[in-house]
């Protein structure tokens, strides 16, 4: 793929289904060729709202495969392992998370035991708002009781504290792994007593013993959820993972009533989380939501992206969205950057413009954000972070990430969710 996507946006569109297609193994999408060679819960979630697109059978197939992996309990696992890579191909692999081992883990297939921002109920609500009514409903009736186990277990199982918010218990659900959110709640967990040889996914630095740590605990503790809640060191309630997890949940009900199931229940749940993520995690002085460290009681002092995307919530307060705004449009965030929305606040010292979730922009926390200034009607917002978004990969095409004030593409090529949500804003921009 060229660096450069010149002519109209037909070209683009032309360029990021290509990307779709190349990176389709013929049951899911890999993020990228080489470095994620393995199925992603959220990132197939993402790459299904492009396939829906541009190929809607696909897109059905790519949101069921990642069920393939759902364990007894509802857990829909980060990462389904194919078994035609190679098994120590990618670290952490099936050999770390020994799901096999576990009476609730799927049989015939390796799954990880963490979870990943539960996308899934709202990417297959708007999958049924495109054409194709009737054959919608069906997979709706299909994937229904999925999605409802999913959602349970994460109301029962990781709710650790009672509060209606699901607690994290490792940087890698957030889906931004390395995010300056986690640096103080990781702080207090200990180290290995001795360092791990192998070296973790990118982005972790001095923390890469401590994400392994993590994981062999919870390993080998069985991957319970009284470990969860009574000893596992690092708990915390993000405004990114809870966020999406209450929009996935009003979707959940209307996908319930397609379904012909009843909604109440999912509209009592969602009703909860948007109560406590004010309770819990907005903060009215700095007018952000902020990650709460459930092992201190504390929010942590990074503000980063993640304390926008509860503009997902239809429920928001005005004043609650004028302070986001006001925030998001400030020289903290994109008022400072060229190509916005940097991942981190510009100001703070925990910002670096290459690092991973600690500075550089994203298209998939572009594109969460650019929905929930579309739920508000912050029609400015939403046009320059489409704008903005569609100049990043005319630029330096499909890439994992960009630099937020030249826009150089960093990380992976033809990046799945790249491709996938530039499908999806340009589509956005063709329907009446």
């Known amino acids: 793929m060229g660096l450069r996507l010149t002519g109209d946006e037909t070209a683009v569109w032309q360029a990021a289904a290509r990307v779709l297609d190349a990176n389709w193994t013929g049951t899911a999408t890999v993020p990228s060729p080489g470095l994620y060679p393995h199925q992603w819960s959220w990132d197939s979630a993402f790459v299904s709202l492009g396939l829906a697109r541009h190929r809607p059978e696909r897109a059905r197939i790519e949101l069921l495969s990642a069920f393939r992996g759902q364990w007894a309990t509802g857990l829909v696992p980060h990462i389904v392992f194919s078994s035609s890579v190679p098994r120590h191909a990618y670290f952490p692999g099936p050999e770390f998370w020994r799901s096999r081992a576990q009476p609730d883990a799927p049989r015939g297939v390796d799954t990880s035991g963490l979870a990943q921002p539960p996308l899934q109920a ?35 199982d990781r709710d650790v504290v009672g ?33 791990y040889a192998r070296v973790g996914p990118p982005g972790e630095g001095a923390d890469a013993d401590r994400y392994v740590s993590l994981v062999t605990s919870l390993r080998d503790a069985g991957y319970r959820a009284e470990y969860l809640r009574d000893d596992h060191p690092f708990a915390v309630e993000d405004p990114l993972f809870n ?12 996908v319930a009533e397609l379904a012909g199931a009843d909604p109440g229940r999912h509209r009592e749940a969602a009703q909860r989380i948007h109560q406590a993520m004010l309770d819990r995690l907005w903060d009215e002085q700095t007018c952000c939501f902020r990650a709460r460290d459930v092992r201190t009681g504390e929010l942590t002092p990074a503000a980063t992206i ?11 307060p005005p004043p609650v969205v004028r302070g986001l705004a006001e ?16 991942t981190c606040d510009v100001q703070s010292a ?3 413009r290459c690092a991973y979730w600690r500075g550089p922009t994203w298209v998939n926390t572009n594109w969460l954000v650019w929905l929930g200034a579309l739920t508000h009607r912050l029609d400015a917002v939403a046009d320059l972070l489409l704008g903005s978004t569609l100049r990043l990969v005319r630029q330096s095409g ?14 992976s090529h033809d990046f799945s969710w790249s491709a996938a949500l530039v499908l999806d804003l340009l589509g956005s921009r063709r329907a009446p």
């Open 243 to 254: 966020a999406v997890y209450l929009a996935s949940t009003h979707a959940l009900a209307e």
């Open 163 to 195: 509060s209606g918010l699901v607690s994290l218990c490792h940087p890698w659900e957030s889906g931004l792994e390395n995010s300056p959110a986690w640096d103080r709640p990781l702080a207090a967990v200990a180290p290995p007593l001795s360092p």
């Open 122 to 156: 709202l990417a297959a609500l708007r999958m049924a708002q495109r054409p194709g009514r009737e054959e919608h409903r069906a997979f709706l009736t299909r994937l229904y009781p999925r999605l409802a186990a999913q959602h349970a277990y994460l109301q029962r």
């Open 306 to 316: 993640a304390g926008f995307v509860p503009l997902l919530d239809p429920e928001l």
């Open 350 to 352: 925990a910002f670096d």
């Open 398 to 411: 499909f890439r994992e990430y960009f630099d937020p004030f030249d826009g150089t593409g960093r990380g």
């Open 327 to 342: 925030l998001l449009l400030s020289a903290r965030f994109a008022g400072a950057t060229g190509y916005p929305v940097p």
